[in-house]
């Protein structure tokens, strides 16, 4: 899961940062309201934390213009614990939840995730049968347990492999650039490597065989891992 924490307490959104990262969410940050409006825009998120009282461009701005842009991601806000009308406005622009401060950090871990399991879609499994790799009659990446389920035996997957795994199960066959890849895997603010990519497209082919990946090439990569989609266990 990849979340945007909007925030302009330096120590505050730093704290926040690190504790969603060792839980194994990938966390961009962004202490100002025009730098938090520009990646809500420019990348792909699961979540955004908001807090509205921002420098340069106020948190109900930037909430609504989220919405305008038809961004329909959940967005936990952020309020002074007893400005109630701040929390009454920015439910009225579109936010889903919100907090005050001071808080600890387990109950916005909590309503995250709720946010999250609440707009996740209910099938958890994406399973194929390949029709043209030995060995292997069905895999299923299982989006709860984070895990690669091959032939009935689960592959616990890292959070980067998961997260790479997911953007292909979710659109096989589609074509992704390696800048893609990397966008959908890293923090903006790290370094953008694209040797890395490489390094986990060879895990992912570990796993699921040398055929499920095919590498275009000047275009990037591509599920071919099968011919059909295979219900999950909660469709039957």
């Given at each position: 899961m990849k979340l945007l924490l909007v925030e302009d307490e330096p120590l505050l959104i730093d704290n926040l940062q690190q504790r969603f990262k060792r839980l194994g969410y990938i966390v961009d940050t962004a202490l100002d309201g025009e730098q938090g409006l520009y990646l809500a825009l420019e990348f792909e998120y699961?979540?955004?934390?908001?807090?509205?009282?921002?420098?340069?461009?106020?948190?109900?701005?930037?909430?609504?213009?989220?919405?305008?842009?038809?961004?329909?991601?959940?967005?936990?806000?952020?309020?002074?614990?007893?400005?109630?009308?701040?929390?009454?406005?920015?439910?009225?622009?579109?936010?889903?939840?919100?907090?005050?401060?001071p808080f600890h950090f387990e109950e916005l871990l909590v309503r995250s995730q709720s946010l999250l399991k609440r707009h996740q879609p209910k099938n958890t499994q994406i399973c194929f049968k390949p029709t043209h790799i030995d060995g292997i009659t069905i895999v299923c990446l299982d989006t709860l347990s984070k895990s690669l389920i091959i032939n009935q035996k689960a592959q616990t997957l890292t959070p980067t492999e998961f997260h790479l795994a997911e953007t292909f199960f979710a659109h096989p066959n589609q074509v992704f650039s390696k800048q893609s890849l990397i966008d959908k895997i890293s923090d903006s603010s790290e370094e953008k490597d694209e040797n890395i990519i490489e390094v986990y497209i060879r895990r992912l082919r570990s796993y699921l065989g040398k055929e499920s990946i095919q590498t275009l090439r000047g275009q990037g990569y591509r599920l071919t891992l099968a011919d059909r989609l295979v219900d999950s266990e909660e469709d039957k």
């Open positions: 699961d979540l955004i934390i908001l807090d509205l009282g921002l420098p340069k461009l106020p948190g109900l701005v930037v909430l609504e213009k989220i919405r305008e842009a038809g961004k329909v991601l959940p967005i936990l806000i952020l309020t002074a614990r007893n400005s109630w009308q701040e929390r009454v406005e920015g439910l009225k622009k579109g936010a889903d939840d919100y907090l005050g401060k």
